[in-house]
C-alpha cells in the first residue's frame, strides 16, 4: 500500500525561478493538500485540491499555483522565487473533503532558494 | 492572536519523567483536533486524535476542554525515542479539509 510520494526529495533554485513540486496521494485517497513550513514553524496551509479543482486556499500570493490531475496526483508551482519561499514543502493526502480522518504527509520537497 | 498556540519549547526531560504538553485554539467552531509528532528533517506523523471524552493510547493521553478552547497531551514514563517536535493541530472541515498547526512543542528526553 503506497504512501504519500512527492519529488524531488531536495531542490535547489535561485531567486527570480520558476519550481514545479509533485505529489502522489497514498492509495485510495483522492483529495491532496499542500502545506509550507518554514524552519522552527509549524506546516502552513496552502491549498487544497479535489475533483482537479483548487477548494481551499490558505494566505499565500498568486505566486503560489497547483493543480491536480485525473488520477488525483498534483504538482504545485511557484514562480518569481523569493529568498523566503525557502522551506520544506509537505503534500497531504485524505479521502474526501467532509471527512474527520486524518491527513497522511509525504516525506516532503525541502526547497533552496539562493 | 495565531489561530492555534502551543508551549514554547524546547522541553528537556530525563528518562521515564511525565511531560504535558498544552495548547490553545481560537476558533470556537472548530470540531476535531490532532496530535502529531514530528521528528528532525522529516515529515509530520499522527500521533493520537483529540476527543472530547480525552482518549489514552499506551503512555500517550490526550484531552480536549471545549470551555477553555484547550489541548493537553501527556506523556508518562517518557523514552528517549519520544524525542520530536510535537504539533497541535485543529482540522478544520465543511467542504473542505484543512490542518492548522501550532509552531510545535520540542521535547528532548535525555538519560
Known amino acids: 500500500d503506497a504512501g504519500v510520494t512527492q519529488s524531488p526529495t531536495h531542490l535547489i533554485k535561485t531567486r527570480g525561478q520558476q519550481v514545479t513540486l509533485r505529489c502522489s496521494p497514498k492509495?485510495?485517497?483522492?483529495?491532496v493538500s499542500w502545506y509550507q513550513q518554514a524552519l522552527g514553524q509549524g506546516p502552513q496551509f496552502i491549498f487544497q485540491?479535489?475533483?482537479?479543482?483548487?477548494?481551499q486556499r490558505g494566505n499565500f500570493p498568486d505566486r503560489f499555483s497547483g493543480h491536480q490531475f485525473p488520477n488525483y496526483s498534483s504538482e504545485l508551482n511557484v514562480n518569481a522565487l523569493l529568498l523566503g519561499d525557502s522551506a520544506l514543502y509537505l503534500c497531504?493526502?485524505?479521502?474526501?473533503?467532509?471527512?474527520?480522518?486524518?491527513?497522511?504527509f509525504g516525506d516532503g520537497t525541502r526547497l533552496s532558494i539562493l | 492572536r495565531k489561530e492555534v498556540e502551543q508551549d514554547p519549547g524546547p522541553f528537556n526531560v530525563p528518562e521515564g519523567a511525565t511531560v504535558a504538553f498544552n495548547c490553545t485554539y481560537s476558533?470556537?467552531?472548530?470540531?476535531?483536533f490532532f496530535w502529531y509528532r514530528q521528528d528532525c528533517r522529516k515529515e509530520p506523523k499522527l500521533l493520537m486524535s483529540?476527543?472530547?471524552s480525552g482518549n489514552e493510547d499506551g503512555r500517550f493521553t490526550a484531552q480536549l476542554n471545549r470551555a477553555s478552547q484547550y489541548i493537553s497531551l501527556l506523556i508518562r514514563d517518557s523514552k528517549l525515542s519520544d524525542s520530536a517536535t510535537y504539533l497541535c493541530?485543529?482540522?478544520?472541515?465543511?467542504?473542505?479539509?484543512?490542518?492548522?498547526f501550532g509552531a510545535g512543542t520540542r521535547l528532548a528526553v535525555h538519560p
Open positions: 492509495s485510495g485517497h483522492d483529495t
Open positions: 485540491y479535489y475533483e482537479e479543482e483548487e477548494r
Open positions: 483529540v476527543y472530547s
Open positions: 476558533n470556537s467552531a472548530s470540531q476535531s
Open positions: 493541530v485543529n482540522h478544520l472541515s465543511g467542504g473542505y479539509n484543512k490542518l492548522i
Open positions: 497531504a493526502s485524505s479521502l474526501g473533503l467532509n471527512s474527520n480522518q486524518p491527513q497522511h
